[in-house]
């Protein structure tokens, strides 16, 4: 989730972007000068949920892991700020005018809870990996504000796309890491744990709303998970997760979404 975005990028003379303003391209291999890092902190907690939320970030050292991995993998022109708190509700969001990243303790409580009750064998690894990739969806919003990227249609599904993105890629021996492939599966869950929690008839708010509905985001993430290794994945069409009819597209689909942020996060990844 996310406000407007503020960001201003500046051009280099010759008319290419230069979001860190040093008058050198972004993307020239001698713009180097980038020397922002992302702060993992957890805030107080009081409320019994903001507390069960709280423990399962802190105790697994999640946000700093988080952190790391954003300071190995890319430029920030300024710090960035990844907090954990207690906000009320079950949320997390990136702020454009903060500048930073919020992963609220009653979100984690929450992903607990849903697959608590779908009976997972480990609800607190599943209610982990799910806000790894709750992570990596505000992040998508974060690299579209901070370095002003365009984005067309809903930047809620946009974001989507890049914490799949993020997830999907295959390391340096040309493979998927499970366990963030699972990440994704369990993520894709999570909303149809929130369809199960909402119940009854799609209202004309859920239709307005600048998030996709919850099943059909489900979809989206089983798909892409299905499109960037479909052998490794063919469980989700054998199970009936996946209908056949949209697993059908789904490789073309992911390499497109991948091709796309290549071509816009390229100047930026370290």
């Not at 989507?160 to 493979?175: N, R, S, V």
């Not at 929130?194 to 209202?203: L, N, P």
């Not at 996946?242 to 073309?252: I, K, M, T, V, Y």
Request: hydrophobic residues 35%; proline residues 7%; charged residues 25%.
């Amino acid at each position: 989730m996310v406000s407007p975005s503020t960001a201003q990028a500046s051009p280099t003379p010759t008319g290419q972007q230069d979001i860190n303003d040093n008058g050198v391209p972004d993307s020239s291999a001698d713009d180097t000068d980038w020397p922002g890092k992302m702060t993992a902190t957890y805030e107080d907690a009081t409320s019994p949920e903001a507390v069960t939320g709280r423990d399962l970030l802190k105790n697994d050292h999640l946000l700093e892991d988080l952190a790391d991995g954003i300071n190995e993998s890319l430029k920030l022109p300024f710090d960035i700020p990844l907090i954990g708190k207690q906000c009320g509700t079950a949320n997390a969001y990136w702020s454009p005018d903060a500048k930073s990243v919020t992963i609220c303790y009653e979100d984690a409580a929450d992903a607990l809870t849903i697959y608590t009750k779908a009976g997972d064998p480990d609800p607190k690894a599943s209610a982990i990996n799910s806000e790894i990739a709750t992570f990596y969806h505000e992040t998508g919003h974060m690299v579209i504000d901070i370095y002003d990227l365009p984005a067309t249609g809903r930047e809620e599904d946009v974001a989507d796309q890049l914490a799949a993105y993020i997830l999907l890629a295959p390391g340096p021996d040309g493979k998927i890491d499970p366990e963030s492939v699972q990440a994704v599966k369990d993520f894709a869950r999570e909303f149809k744990g929130y369809s199960e929690q909402r119940g009854g008839e799609i209202d004309e708010g859920q239709l307005a709303d600048v998030h996709t509905l919850d099943l059909a985001r489900m979809y989206n993430l089983e798909c892409w998970v299905y499109g960037a290794d479909p052998a490794g994945n063919a469980d989700l069409v054998s199970s009936g997760a996946l209908p056949q009819d949209r697993a059908d597209g789904c490789e073309d689909e992911y390499n497109k979404l991948s091709s796309s942020w290549d071509t816009l996060l390229g100047p930026y990844i370290k």
